[in-house]
């Protein structure tokens, strides 16, 4: 490298951490909630963690439907402030509200289907029972997560990214406050601490939504990037928003099911290794969450080189976007591989071999990496306009490779649980770095805008 190119390195790099860094700490506490509920369930009931975990991952599925549904907001919101065309924010952010129209009644309809579905599974009553008292509370909480991530992708297309930290920090101590009422209330009351914490994350991220369209309406120029107005006269940006939005919750649904996958397999292997799979899933998602805050900064950066016709600009802010992703996954992998009794011994009473679980545990290290490479990647794609190449991606690595290599290693080599997990290694593992030579190639010529 030259030092005209160190000169340059410098500034950009600095940038990549500025912007970089509260989306990476906003990612990460985002699933906090589920670590905090599982904590106070696993403290207070041992294996109805596991209980939890089912009930749970039908709405976490959806919820990463919406996610990716609104990934639009951000990658294209990106491109758009980048060519100089701010107006069109406001506008794509009123269509991601207008998904709740959608977003309520599958809500709805998956909370009153999963007690039929778990009873078709043969599941045992005392834990369908729970999880699907479960679901249907924590799907109240969904319809609030969209209204915050429509808000906060806005703020952090215009590098305000401090600001949806900031209230998911305040959603986060409040979910704490409530779990630690609501959590022994609930097992007094019914029998079981799930309810009270599912309850305990609606409040949270009602409140979260509103600390960010609070600070969104009170302190963003809303003629300047076209807040004012209704929802008339959409109609020829809808087309536009539609086809993104479709593949990009298509593809999250992908990535995420495969988790839904495997936690329905666990439960066939009894409450200890569910419990035990659900907590080791929930802690790599929880520590992955660095990738894909350093992923959507990379979408922002590269967003804005496309909407400014400037590849070369956007395929070196993919590579610092990468390099600042890897800073927060290399240390938490090593000490997940060093400390895994620890980590367990957190979560679970002695209602499971705390030693045997650590074994298990060991292998969230790699699931870190190979799944955090995979989501940065994934995020530089997308941001690059190549969002169909994504979901095949995302179909390959999981469908087609995860989910049969985690049931052959489970059922057919006996390996249980530490086969499901070996599985999803694997996927990820193989397809990251396809995705990352797809967004060299792709950034090696003038990209088009989505």
Not at 15 to 34: D, E, N, S, V
Not at 152 to 167: K, N, P, Y
Not at 349 to 367: E, H, P, Q
Request: overall charge positive.
């Amino acid at each position: 490298m030259n030092s005209a190119q160190s000169k340059t390195l410098g500034p950009e790099l600095g940038q990549a951490y500025r912007l970089g860094l509260p989306m990476m700490a906003t990612r990460l506490l985002m699933p906090f909630f589920l670590t905090a509920d599982l904590f106070f369930v696993g403290r207070l009931a041992g294996v109805e963690a596991g209980a939890y975990g089912l009930g749970f991952a039908p709405m976490l599925f959806l919820q990463f439907l919406v996610i990716g549904g609104l990934q639009p907001v951000l990658l294209m919101g990106a491109q758009a402030v980048g060519a100089g065309e701010d107006e069109s924010l406001g506008k794509i952010a009123r269509l991601g509200l207008l998904s709740l129209l959608l977003v309520v009644p599958a809500v709805g309809l998956m909370a009153v289907s999963l007690p039929s579905v778990f009873y078709f599974l043969d599941y045992a009553p005392d834990i369908a029972s729970v999880a699907s008292r479960t679901a249907a509370v924590f799907g109240l909480s969904v319809p609030f997560l969209l209204i915050f991530l429509v808000g906060t992708f806005c703020l952090e297309t215009l590098s305000q990214g401090h600001v949806g930290l900031v209230a998911l920090m305040i959603g986060t101590a409040l979910n704490l406050l409530l779990n630690a009422v609501l959590a022994p209330l609930s097992l007094e009351i019914s029998g079981d601490a799930s309810s009270g914490v599912a309850y305990a994350t609606v409040i949270a991220r009602a409140a979260m939504a509103a600390v960010v369209w609070v600070y969104l309406l009170r302190h963003v120029d809303l003629t300047r990037y076209g807040f004012h107005g209704g929802f008339r006269g959409l109609a020829p940006l809808l087309g536009r928003v539609a086809r993104p939005a479709r593949l990009t919750a298509i593809s999250y649904g992908a990535e995420h099911g495969v988790a839904m996958v495997m936690i329905f397999i666990a439960a066939s292997f009894g409450p200890a290794a569910l419990a035990v799979l659900q907590i080791s899933l929930n802690y790599a998602s929880l520590s992955g969450m660095a990738a894909v805050g350093a992923g959507a900064a990379g979408a922002v950066m590269v967003g804005r080189c496309v909407g400014a016709n400037d590849p070369a600009g956007a395929r070196r802010a993919g590579a610092l976007a990468v390099a600042v992703g890897l800073t927060v996954l290399l240390p938490i992998s090593l000490f997940t591989l060093i400390f895994p009794d620890l980590i367990v011994s957190l979560f679970l009473r002695d209602a499971v071999d705390v030693d045997s679980a650590a074994r298990i545990f060991r292998l969230a290290a790699l699931l870190i990496l190979s799944n955090g490479l995979f989501l940065m990647a994934g995020n530089l794609v997308r941001a690059a306009s190549s969002v169909r190449y994504v979901l095949g991606a995302v179909i390959a690595a999981n469908i087609l490779i995860a989910i049969p290599a985690g049931v052959l290693l489970a059922r057919v080599l006996n390996l249980g649980v530490w086969g499901l997990m070996a599985g999803m290694i694997i996927g990820g593992g193989l397809v990251a770095p396809v995705l990352y030579w797809r967004f060299r190639r792709i950034t090696a010529r003038q990209v088009p805008r989505l």
